[in-house]
């Protein structure tokens, strides 16, 4: 597996790639690397000739910069996982080769179409426009013919989708299904800092989440809503930050089950955040 540390190098990589008419699927990271990663990797190695990963923590997503400060690093471990999973390359930029010193002082703007008026964007303004600042960067050197995306991120998923529709982008994103721990707490770089008492209370999120299905037939939106709040609020330690019931392609709050749906979640486990969500079905 090469590692290529500056974009320069990476164009040569993808040169030679292109040239000799291999498919390259490529995953996004942040590092810190887990099992539902691992999933996304090992996508993109059966289903393209040349695969890339990149580990770059983007400092213009984090609206915190605690959480910046704080977001796991673990180099050497992502490298050797990566490795046994047979990936082709991984791009390890440093801020310098992504950024231009002055457009960290610029908010980059992106017209999300509204997608970014709801959970996520409400919660963490700037978050999004840092997402496909990012992406579109990593998309334009490495032109990928598939990229992977997790659906844990469901709002960020959604607004790759709208990117490469507005932006006339020539790659198939990829959705690809939430992994969970075998308690069903939904894998994150961000687990890495809970207690192993935290990770337990962590798992009642997506227990919730799973009994909420049983009651979509007898629960408007809107009470299912307070129900899921409720029931996590009650686990000590854990603080429901929103719970929105939405239409899976607006992301608009929905107030009847006329539309697919999903709920999103993200909870405050001591001072970790997570997210989470669930699509619900009706019958
Ligand atoms: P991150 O490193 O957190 O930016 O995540 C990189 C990619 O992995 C994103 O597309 C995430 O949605 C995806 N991802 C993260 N956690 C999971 C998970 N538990 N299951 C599936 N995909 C995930």
């Given at each position: 597996?090469?590692?290529?540390?500056?974009?320069?190098?990476?164009?040569?990589?993808?040169?030679?790639?292109?040239?000799?008419?291999?498919?390259?699927?490529?995953?996004?990271?942040?590092?810190?690397?887990?099992?539902?990663?691992?999933?996304?990797?090992?996508?993109?190695?059966?289903?393209?000739?040349?695969?890339?990963?990149?580990?770059?923590?983007?400092?213009?997503?984090?609206?915190?910069?605690?959480?910046?400060?704080?977001?796991?690093?673990?180099?050497?471990?992502?490298?050797?996982?990566?490795?046994?999973?047979?990936?082709?390359?991984?791009?390890?930029?440093?801020?310098?080769?992504?950024?231009?010193?002055?457009?960290?002082?610029?908010?980059?703007?992106?017209?999300?179409?509204?997608?970014?008026?709801?959970?996520?964007?409400?919660?963490?303004?700037?978050?999004?426009?840092?997402?496909?600042?990012?992406?579109?960067?990593?998309?334009?050197?490495?032109?990928?013919?598939?990229?992977?995306?997790?659906?844990?991120?469901?709002?960020?998923?959604?607004?790759?989708?709208?990117?490469?529709?507005?932006?006339?982008?020539?790659?198939?994103?990829?959705?690809?299904?939430?992994?969970?721990?075998?308690?069903?707490?939904?894998?994150?770089?961000?687990?890495?800092?809970l207690?192993t008492?935290e990770r337990k209370?962590a798992s009642?999120?997506?227990?919730?989440?799973?009994?909420?299905?049983?009651?979509?037939?007898?629960?408007?939106?809107?009470?299912?809503?307070?129900?899921?709040?409720?029931?996590?609020?009650?686990?000590?330690?854990?603080?429901?930050?929103?719970?929105?019931?939405?239409?899976?392609?607006?992301?608009?709050?929905?107030?009847?089950?006329?539309?697919?749906?999903?709920?999103?979640?993200?909870?405050?486990?001591?001072?970790?955040?997570?997210?989470?969500?669930?699509?619900?079905?009706?019958?």
């Amino acid at each position: 597996m090469k590692i290529v540390k500056h974009a320069d190098e990476l164009k040569k990589e993808i040169f030679g790639a292109k040239n000799t008419g291999e498919k390259i699927g490529f995953v996004p990271t942040m590092g810190a690397l887990h099992a539902g990663h691992k999933l996304l990797v090992e996508r993109a190695i059966a289903e393209n000739d040349f695969c890339i990963v990149s580990i770059f923590v983007n400092p213009t997503q984090f609206n915190n910069k605690t959480d910046l400060e704080k977001y796991p690093r673990n180099l050497d471990v992502d490298i050797l996982l990566l490795e046994k999973t047979g990936c082709d390359l991984v791009f390890v930029p440093n801020i310098e080769d992504m950024y231009a010193l002055e457009e960290m002082n610029i908010p980059f703007q992106f017209d999300f179409g509204g997608l970014d008026q709801v959970m996520e964007g409400k919660f963490r303004p700037g978050h999004f426009n840092g997402v496909v600042q990012i992406v579109s960067k990593l998309f334009n050197l490495v032109q990928p013919d598939k990229a992977y995306f997790g659906e844990k991120d469901f709002q960020q998923l959604s607004i790759i989708h709208r990117m490469v529709k507005i932006m006339n982008y020539k790659v198939d994103i990829i959705d690809c299904p939430i992994v969970r721990e075998p308690s069903g707490l939904a894998m994150s770089s961000r687990n890495e800092r809970l207690s192993t008492e935290e990770r337990k209370k962590a798992s009642e999120i997506s227990k919730v989440l799973f009994e909420s299905r049983n009651f979509v037939n007898s629960f408007t939106p809107d009470e299912l809503s307070q129900w899921v709040i409720g029931e996590v609020n009650a686990v000590k330690g854990l603080k429901v930050e929103y719970f929105e019931i939405v239409d899976i392609e607006s992301l608009q709050i929905m107030r009847t089950w006329s539309k697919p749906t999903v709920g999103c979640i993200t909870v405050f486990c001591g001072a970790v955040r997570l997210i989470d969500n669930i699509r619900y079905i009706i019958n």
